[in-house]
């Protein structure tokens, strides 16, 4: 699957991958990847919300699935009014004039048919969620979706291989960065073991693997696995002086929800000596494309 990456300046803009990833739970489910615009509306623009870029009016954030819904490619796409009229890739990404036309989408019928293999259908999910999201990421949007990777591998046919990594990541790279935090989260300190194994430490990257980030000590974190979670949702970020910011949308109740919040203006840990700190510029992307709403310090 083939289609131009939207982008708004230098933003990326993962609605299309959202889109189609909706798709395929709801042809799972159900047979189909036909879908109206007002079916599609509110969960699309959800996902969107959830995993892209924040949004600056709470307007904008409930109809996001619009653009994907004019804009993705017709070879894989079939858009048309309730007529059954062909609506083109030219029409206004706009709610109100989609709503109005009936519009309703499906998948090329050939698209369909490939997908009706189960492995395949698991290839494509696993190759776009590893082109533009990260491991953490990919779990929580199939849950999101409802599509069981691993029992649609199980159910394809013979043959259908596993979609290879676009960059595979450098060998090394993950016992690098835990050895240079000394197996410690970089935000709370977490440095859980199962006897001389380290367990629930990650090495995240900060500029995303799936948007060409460097696998490289200068780009990357020893987190557990919740402030992991939170990183690439967006919940935390980090500031130019390597500080814990959280976002202004984040909220909790309870007194372990709660414990996040505590996080903002701390310092974060500082690698092992001769190891490198985190590159502003990396830190500068992810402020711009995953951190959610106003910094709290």
């Known amino acids: ?17 959202l889109l189609l ?7 799972v489910a159900t047979g189909s990847s036909a879908a109206s615009y007002q079916q599609a509306e509110e969960p699309v623009s959800q996902l969107i919300n959830d995993f892209g870029p924040p ?33 083109g890739p030219d029409a206004p990404e706009r709610r109100a004039w989609l709503l109005d036309r009936g519009a309703i989408g499906r998948l ?9 293999d189960p492995g395949t259908l698991a290839a494509a999910a696993r190759l776009l969620l590893d082109r533009h999201f ?9 849950a999101a979706v409802d599509l069981d990777i691993p029992a649609l591998d199980l159910a394809g046919s013979e043959g259908v291989a596993r979609a290879a990594r676009s960059w595979p990541r450098r060998r090394g790279f993950a016992e690098e960065v835990l050895r240079a935090y000394a197996y410690q989260c970089a935000m709370c300190g977490f440095d859980g073991a199962l006897g001389h194994y380290p367990v629930g430490i990650d090495a995240a990257h900060v500029l995303w693997h ?15 696995a919740l402030h992991h979670a939170l990183f ?17 949308l984040y909220v909790a109740r309870s007194e372990a929800g709660r414990a996040v919040d505590e996080l903002a203006g701390k310092p974060l840990l500082i690698p092992r000596p001769h190891q490198p700190t985190v590159d502003v510029i990396h830190i500068s ?13």
């Open 232 to 248: 690439d949702l967006g919940v935390l970020g980090i500031t130019d002086e390597r500080r814990i910011c959280v976002a202004g």
């Open 55 to 87: 949004v600056a009016s709470p307007a904008a954030a409930s109809q996001r699935a619009a653009m994907p819904f004019v804009h993705l490619e017709r070879d894989l796409w079939d858009l048309r009014d309730a007529a059954g009229q062909e609506i």
């Open 210 to 224: 799936s948007q060409k980030g460097p696998d490289e000590i200068a780009n990357a974190l020893a987190l557990c």
């Open 134 to 142: 990260t491991p953490v990421l990919a779990e929580l949007i199939c």
């Open 108 to 116: 090329q019928a050939p698209v369909q048919r490939l997908f009706a």
């Open 1 to 17: 699957m083939q289609f131009r990456q939207a982008r708004v300046g230098q933003v990326r803009v993962p609605h299309k991958p």
């Open 21 to 27: 990833l909706w798709l395929f739970g709801q042809f």
């Open 285 to 297: 992307w992810h402020h711009q494309q995953v951190f959610k709403g106003d910094i709290r310090t």
